[in-house]
């Protein structure tokens, strides 16, 4: 019977999380209050950093976009995947690690590549 009672709980606030999910009395997030970007410094750290980082967000990330063929392959260069990369992590997993990356207010989407 415990279990019952547990299960409907959990639908109850999981159907109540979701639903309410788009009220205009929420927290305002990072996101609403000022868009920025989190991007690789310039000049970018050492390849060594980058592809140490790089290595660990996708494996906690969707990076397909980096990948070949995908929209932000291009420039195939480890600094442009790393600052897509890193601004994925930022939007999916928060923070922005100052000692490679920098926050900034200027969108670095470009043609095809969008930045979260």
Not at 60 to 86: K, M, R, V
Request: proline share 7%; with cysteine; net charge negative.
């Amino acid at each position: 019977m415990a279990k019952i009672y547990f299960c409907l709980f959990l639908i109850s606030f999981l159907f109540g999380t979701f639903v309410h999910a788009d009220n205009k009395n929420s927290v305002p997030t990072r996101r609403d209050e000022e868009k920025d970007w989190c991007i690789v410094h310039d000049p970018p750290p050492s390849d060594e950093k980058l592809q140490g980082f790089l290595d660990y967000a996708c494996s906690h990330i969707n990076c397909t976009a980096i990948l070949p063929g995908g929209d932000c392959f291009e420039p195939d260069t480890l600094a442009s995947h790393a600052s897509y990369a890193f601004d994925l992590y930022y939007n999916v997993i928060g923070g922005c690690d100052q000692e490679i990356g920098r926050l900034t207010t200027n969108d670095p989407s470009y043609g095809r590549c969008q930045y979260p």
